[in-house]
């Protein structure tokens, strides 16, 4: 929220939390849908809401009309995005290796740095039929 108060064209027209499951996310879509009359992009921290957002908008037939953008590279979503109903997902990878391998170098008495950032992969259609989700 604080990078988009960079992209005043941007706004937020509702914020609301589906408990990360598909079919709490249909709802609350199907009630923002209907109090709603435009809307452009719908952004789900995770792949499970992305889905369920997508459903309800094809229900009411207005999934044409917006951006669907999921979180997990999870494979039901990839496949959607091949289909071109989703836009896209990114998959970033699970920290526990890396803070492991981090712990065990410090034990070892060797630096590791402040900060690790793991890398992210942006999954479109472009790349999502080379990209295996879970």
């Given at each position: ?16 939390h ?8 249909m ?8 109090a ?23 229900a009411?037939k ?5 951006i669907?953008v ?5 494979q ?8 071109g109903?989703i ?10 290796p890396a ?8 034990l ?11 890398p992210t ?7 999502a039929?080379s990209v295996?989700?879970?």
């Amino acid at each position: 929220m604080e990078a988009l108060k960079s992209y005043p064209e941007i706004r937020i027209v509702a914020s609301q939390h589906a408990l990360y499951k598909r079919d709490l996310a249909m709802t609350k879509m199907a009630d923002l849908l209907q109090a709603t009359p435009r809307i452009d992009c719908v952004y789900a921290h995770n792949d499970e809401m992305a889905i369920g957002a997508y459903r309800a908008a094809e229900a009411a037939k207005r999934e044409k009309e917006m951006i669907f953008v999921g979180i997990d590279g999870q494979q039901s979503c990839i496949d959607m995005i091949q289909e071109g109903k989703i836009h896209a997902t990114f998959d970033y990878p699970r920290p526990g290796p890396a803070a492991i391998e981090a712990a065990v170098k410090l034990l070892r008495g060797e630096s590791v740095p402040k900060r690790i950032i793991l890398p992210t992969v942006r999954i479109t259609r472009e790349n999502a039929g080379s990209v295996k989700g879970f």
